[in-house]
């Protein structure tokens, strides 16, 4: 038998359409419905979580027998439904800065040009080219990732302001017809406006992410079991409040990508190539969890 050490995997690249046709229409309406669903889940959700806290707060002051009763003011008791629309909108029009301060501060993103994605993937440069010049548009502008995780997303307003973020470990990972598939993707994603809707909603998933990944790196540290174990519990519960606002775009999220892998697959007449590139991001990222423990992104 073989080693497991020993074995490489082979990939088999089957040939792309000569000739196809654009994909007949479908109806979006499923699609729009998920996108309301998604508003209202993460309104609501944001507020069940803003209300039990208050909730576990006042129990938490009353069982203490705090000297002020404090139970009854109004930072403790008020709807928060008002102020998350407000939140969810203000946000909406920062979103992308916000992502490009995250990216270039918090990931070390530095921009990528088309010259140096072209010796990775001319396909994909011809691809964004031609796109730009068909509907008239601007260019997105590109971020690459130090990582050596397979990634790549995109985030933006429609046309006019929009982003793609690419990992080196995509680009040394993927052969030149994956990149462009994946690129034909984003592309697709960035035409459609709902993708501020899941940035906003990414955008509130990063504080409890941000505090499990700071306070669960600084308890691997510690070599007090009580403080060990206050970081187990803090780095838990902010994980399960990531996950929880997470979960609320998960149906939007899942028919994004089912109608971006469709049109993917329509502007390049390569369906292997998309097949071949989410399976290598698959394998990619299990490879740097197997060697680094986690992945920077």
């Given at each position: 038998?073989?080693?497991i ?12 359409a ?6 007949h ?10 996108f309301?669903?998604t508003v209202?889940?993460?309104l ?5 979580i803003f209300?039990t806290?208050c909730?576990a ?30 939140y969810?909108?203000?946000?909406a ?15 070390g993103?530095?921009s ?7 010796p990775?993937?001319?396909e ?5 080219q ?12 590109l971020?690459r ?15 006019w ?6 990992s ?37 998933a ?15 540290r ?12 803090v780095?838990?519960l902010?994980?399960?409040?990531y996950s929880?606002?997470r ?10 990508v ?12 390569n369906?292997?190539a998309l097949?071949r ?16 423990g986690?992945?920077?992104?």
């Open positions: 038998m073989m080693p050490s020993s074995y490489r995997l082979r990939w088999r690249h089957g040939d792309r000569k000739r196809w046709q654009p994909l229409r479908i109806h979006h309406r499923a699609y729009w419905l998920s309301g669903l209202a889940l993460a609501v959700g944001l507020r069940t209300t806290f909730t707060l006042n129990r938490l002051i009353f069982l203490i027998d705090w000297p002020i009763n404090l139970r009854y003011m109004w930072w403790l008791e008020f709807d928060p439904l008002l102020p998350l629309v407000i969810f909108v203000m946000v029009a920062v979103c992308p800065w916000l992502w490009d301060w995250l990216i270039r501060w918090r990931y993103g530095r990528l040009d088309l010259d140096t994605l072209k990775h993937s001319d994909a440069v011809r691809l964004i031609r796109l730009r010049r068909q509907h008239q548009w601007r260019s997105p502008q971020y990732l130090t990582t050596t995780a397979p990634v790549i997303f995109s985030y933006g307003y429609p046309r302001f929009t982003r793609i973020v690419l080196q470990g995509l680009l040394n990972q993927l052969e030149s017809d994956e990149i462009a598939v994946l690129v034909a993707r984003e592309l697709d994603q960035l035409q459609h406006g709902d993708g501020i809707c899941l940035a906003v909603i990414s955008l509130a990063q504080l409890p992410y941000q505090i499990y990944w700071v306070v669960a790196d600084w308890g691997d510690q070599h007090n079991r009580l403080l060990r174990g206050l970081a187990r519990a780095s838990a902010s994980y399960g409040l929880a606002i979960w609320t775009s998960l149906g939007l999220a899942r028919q994004r089912w109608h971006s892998d469709r049109a993917a697959v329509g502007l390049t007449g369906p292997n097949i590139a989410i399976l290598k991001i698959a394998q990619g990222t299990a490879q740097t969890i197997i060697r680094e986690h992945t920077s992104t």
